[in-house]
């Protein structure tokens, strides 16, 4: 019963930043991580960051050094601080929550990055 809505993504030049944020709502079924992902270029989705409220963070390798994910203490809310951004940064980004009982999926928020 909980949702997930993306907010903050948008229109960026080559080396510019955004900062996404994804935000939870209603009855929590034990989250214990939230993550970003994108479409990339195969048929799954590709992780970009994720956090785990043990505080362990991972990162894919394309992203390493440039983004940043964090967690509000005290909101329901995860940033995903996007800097040094490149044009094949540019798609969907989601935010995916994940609990013993499943994941759960926001509607994404498109990031373009112009050359």
């Known amino acids: 019963q909980v949702h997930l809505v993306e907010s903050g993504g948008g229109l960026v030049q080559a080396g510019g930043c955004l900062r996404p944020?994804?935000?939870?709502?209603?009855?929590?079924?034990?989250?214990?991580?939230i993550g970003w992902y994108r479409q990339g270029s195969g048929n799954q989705p590709e992780l970009v960051a994720i956090?785990?409220?043990?505080?362990?963070?991972n990162y894919g390798d394309s992203v390493k050094g440039r983004f940043t994910i964090s967690r509000e203490k005290v909101k329901n809310l995860v940033y995903l601080q996007m800097n040094s951004l490149k044009p094949e940064d540019t798609d969907v980004y989601y935010c995916?929550?994940?609990?013993?009982?499943?994941?759960?999926w926001g509607p994404g928020t498109q990031v373009t990055v112009s050359s």
């Open positions: 995916k929550a994940v609990s013993p009982y499943g994941s759960i």
């Open positions: 944020s994804c935000e939870a709502s209603g009855r929590n079924p034990g989250i214990y991580a």
């Open positions: 956090i785990h409220f043990s505080g362990n963070t």
